[in-house]
């Protein structure tokens, strides 16, 4: 266990609608970094926040956006949902030594229909 | 397209013996890379890493092969068990910036045979 925490495990939304996602990082850990998995495919990164600020961002829409907390969690919105987010959305906390080394939750499944 | 790839999306061996999974990158100027196992359900679990100083690092029953003169990067699993069924991933990082975004292979699926 990474001591990584995300709510909820599965989720289900229809198009059009808006999604919130939510990660505890491992104590200790003052960065937080989404990930997308699709079905098949490794992750992809979507963006990174390390104290409150937004970090770095991938290839992603401004639809999503996050936000991290003073005691380093983090969400993860996703407006106007389309059917290719359906995914796998994958958390993880990194911090102090080794900062590359990233700590994974075990993700929210998210089914757009 | 992802800079990191890997050679075989499927690998299926017997319990006990050696697994050997590949990896190619393109991006030159990466200098850290990272192995992680995902079990289904479940998120990606930290294995190895390894920095371009290095061309090998040993683990618990893993090793991390680096050769960077062909962009290569190879994990090794001794006396395979059953337990180590996953799909495995390889990603790469250049340090110095400002964050550190992993970019991840699409991943190689070992099946250990009882």
Redesign the interface.
């Known amino acids: 266990e990474t001591g990584v925490t995300q709510s909820p495990t599965h989720l289900i939304k229809t198009r059009g609608q808006q999604v919130t996602l939510r990660c505890s990082s491992q104590s200790g850990h003052n960065t937080v970094s989404w990930y997308q998995q699709a079905l098949g495919q490794g992750p992809q990164f979507i963006f990174q926040y390390y104290r409150e600020e937004e970090n770095g961002r991938g290839n992603f829409p401004p639809r999503f956006s996050g936000l991290q907390f003073p005691n380093y969690s983090s969400e993860l919105n996703v407006n106007a949902l389309e059917l290719d987010d359906s995914a796998l959305y994958l958390c993880a906390s990194s911090g102090g030594q080794g900062t590359e080394k990233l700590f994974f939750g075990s993700g929210t499944q998210l089914s757009v229909l | 397209g992802?800079s990191?790839g890997l050679h075989l999306p499927t690998l299926s061996v017997q319990e006990g013996d050696n697994s050997i999974i590949n990896c190619a990158y393109s991006n030159s100027a990466s200098d850290?890379f990272?192995w992680?196992k995902q079990e289904s359900?479940?998120?990606?679990?930290?294995i190895i890493?390894i920095r371009s100083n290095m061309d090998k690092r040993q683990g618990q029953r893993v090793t991390v092969l680096l050769n960077k003169t062909v962009k290569h990067l190879s994990l090794q699993i001794a006396a395979t068990q059953p337990g180590d069924s996953a799909v495995y991933?390889c990603?790469e990082?250049v340090?110095g910036?400002?964050?550190?975004?992993?970019?991840?292979?699409?991943?190689t699926l070992l099946t250990v045979n009882p």
């Open positions: 992802e990191v850290y990272i992680y359900g479940k998120g990606p679990q930290f890493d991933f990603a990082n340090s910036g400002s964050n550190y975004k992993l970019t991840f292979g699409k991943g």
